[in-house]
């Protein structure tokens, strides 16, 4: 298939800045027999079946964006130049990836301060990303981040405000646990303590999963044959215990939802056979139209953008022509958009999934 078989034109004021208050009050497209529905994220209660079973991401965003100064003496005296950092990925050595900007006024061995506490020097670099070494590691290094670093806004946010303290708290899960994720998994976000409670006592189920979105989640596609694009690695865990309760689910004839794109790729990814394995590694996993799920009976996840490899997920669990015509009905009724936008609830049949 071609990348424009998965575009759309969205209007620019339909790309949500903020997210809903309370996080359970955004809007819900409920889309699934052919039909859809105008409900909101808090009538999932309603809406979803006693015996079946949300996946959710438990990975918690780091504040990964730091500001800093490289200093350098020299003949014309001291000089300072200001540079931004985002991390991308710790390695097994301690050190971490990270896009520099400008990556051309800093040199290998050169230190850049963020703050009195935390610095870190360049230790080289790798595919156009820097590596960084810190100066703190363990709960010292967390400390420091925390203090020092912002939330790590999509660049559709960024582009039209910097983040601030509320996005410490908008921009993480409300189960948030493992650190390592420079994105958030976006559909949790709509989730609060309030629901969670409402869904217990429906019936419904809960299976942590981990899956540390990378920063190539907002990477764009750049061929043309989408057989040729190549996705970025992401690291997750589906625990031995995580696996019995989806399979449980699955026997006794509950439907098993993940909750966000991210807990979809790692179901898929470790599922064999139509039962889940325990897993933990990378995945770089590629769901495309023709895909096959053996895991997911739905999705629950925002709209995403134009020709993104997310678009193309959403088609191969609901069928290209189902998706274009629920992204028309989301424009048309203004749902809000992207990461802080409003969600959707996508349960396919086996007549949704014709192209």
């Given amino acids: 298939m071609k990348l424009s078989d998965f575009d759309f034109d969205l209007p620019e004021r339909l790309i949500a800045t903020r997210p809903a208050r309370p996080r359970s009050s955004a809007r819900l497209l409920l889309a699934q027999g052919g039909m859809i529905e105008d409900r909101i994220v808090n009538q999932l209660p309603d809406i979803l079946r006693p015996g079946d079973r949300l996946i959710l991401n438990d990975t918690k965003v780091i504040p990964a964006r730091l ?6 003496s020299g003949e014309a005296g001291d000089t300072a130049a200001r540079i931004e950092v985002t991390l991308l990925e710790p390695q097994s050595d301690g050190a971490w990836t990270a896009l520099i900007k ?6 290998d061995g ?9 610095s870190a020097s360049v230790e080289g670099r790798r595919d156009g990303q820097g590596v960084l070494r810190f100066n703190l590691t363990g709960d010292d290094f967390d400390a420091a981040l925390a203090a020092a670093g912002s939330m790590p806004l999509p660049p559709y946010i960024e582009a039209k405000r910097k ?16 650190a390592g994720a420079v994105a958030a998994p976006t ?7 309030p629901l969670l409670d409402a869904l ?21 596609v750049k061929v043309d044959d989408i057989s040729e694009h190549k996705m970025h690695a992401e690291w997750g865990e589906v625990t031995s215990q995580a696996a019995e309760e989806m399979n449980a689910t699955r026997a006794a004839g509950g439907r098993i939802i ?20 325990p897993w933990v590694g990378p995945t770089d996993i ?3 139209p023709g895909f096959e799920f053996q895991m997911s009976d739905g999705l629950m996840t925002n709209f995403h953008l134009p020709k993104s490899t997310l678009m193309m997920l959403v088609s191969a669990l609901m069928g290209v022509n189902t998706i274009r015509a629920i992204y028309a009905h989301a424009i048309a009724d203004e749902y809000r958009f992207f990461s802080y936008g409003d969600s959707s609830l996508l349960l396919p049949q086996p007549a949704d999934k014709s192209l």
């Fill in 67 to 72: 500001s800093g100064l490289r200093h350098r």
């Fill in 102 to 107: 400008p990556l051309k006024k800093v040199r």
């Fill in 110 to 118: 050169e230190v850049i301060v963020f703050s009195d506490d935390l």
């Fill in 163 to 178: 983040a601030d303290e509320a996005d410490k708290q908008d921009y993480q899960t409300y189960w948030a646990k493992r």
């Fill in 187 to 193: 559909a949790s976000l709509h989730f609060d303590g």
């Fill in 200 to 220: 217990e006592q429906r019936g419904v189920a809960f299976t942590h999963v981990t899956l540390h979105v990378g920063a190539g989640t907002f990477l764009p």
């Fill in 258 to 277: 993940p909750v966000g794109t991210t807990a979809m790729r790692l179901i898929e990814s470790a599922a064999k056979d139509g039962k889940m394995q």
């Fill in 286 to 288: 590629f769901i495309t």
